[in-house]
């Protein structure tokens, strides 16, 4: 069965340092999102991303985040000068017409 | 106020019961997901609906548009059903999803 994969499984990181976060989504969708869960709260949307342009993003998703499918299968979510608030587990999702979200397994980044 | 609200937030069941888990949300919406959080944290898509009723094995649900309600049913629940199951909604097609807070569900033996 087809799935959405995620690299790093987890990440810790310094306060202040950038990061990366990979995804690479099923290869025929054409819908991708992050999404973000803080420890014990609910998942919060960050961006969506179509056509090769974000096509929505949340008041989380401030100049300190990007996103980029820089070659066609990778979908990278970069997060600059990080904080300790980051920390939490960040998933990836894409979506084919007609069908629901399928997730990958989260990274779970901890900034120290 | 939250725009998704799931009921109950803690369930606890003896294997093989009946169980059913509440959604409310106050948007008007394209579509209803209900989805999986296993405690490793992978979240997996059980079901998307805009109305009616679905049914995957032995779960089942359903959705009453008036009503702004989703239900998700389990039948003859097992001990490797619990999960958290989370109902989130999708206001725009293909727009994103709003999650509820999640009912953790856990089947004892």
């Known amino acids: 069965e087809p799935e959405v994969t995620q690299t790093p499984s987890h990440q810790v990181t310094q306060m202040g340092q950038e990061v990366i976060l990979r995804c690479v989504p099923i290869?025929?969708?054409?819908?991708f999102y992050w999404y973000r869960q803080i420890l014990g709260q609910k998942v919060e949307f960050l961006v969506s991303?179509?056509?090769?342009?974000?096509?929505?993003k949340s008041e989380i998703f401030d100049d300190q985040f990007s996103v980029e499918r820089p070659d066609g299968s990778n979908f990278t979510l970069k997060i600059r000068s990080t904080k300790l608030e980051d920390s939490a587990m960040y998933f990836c999702?894409?979506?084919?017409?007609?069908?629901?979200?399928?997730f990958g397994q989260g990274t779970r980044l901890t900034v120290v | 106020k939250n725009e998704v609200e799931q009921s109950p937030q803690n369930l606890t069941a003896q294997e093989g019961e009946f169980i059913t888990i509440n959604c409310s949300y106050s948007?008007?919406?394209?579509?209803l997901h209900w989805l999986q959080q296993h405690p490793g944290g992978g979240i997996v898509s059980l079901f998307m609906?805009?109305?009616g009723k679905k049914k995957h094995g032995r779960l089942i649900a359903t959705i009453n548009i008036q009503e702004k309600h989703s239900s998700l049913h389990i039948t003859a629940s097992h001990p490797r059903d619990s999960a958290v199951y989370i109902c989130?909604?999708?206001?725009?097609?293909?727009?994103?999803?709003?999650f509820g807070q999640g009912t953790i569900l856990t089947v004892h033996p």
């Open positions: 999702a894409s979506r084919l017409t007609g069908y629901g979200a399928f």
């Open positions: 290869s025929n969708h054409l819908y």
């Open positions: 991303f179509y056509n090769n342009e974000i096509s929505e």
């Open positions: 948007v008007g919406i394209s579509a």
């Open positions: 609906l805009s109305s």
């Open positions: 989130a909604v999708e206001k725009a097609s293909y727009g994103k999803l709003t």
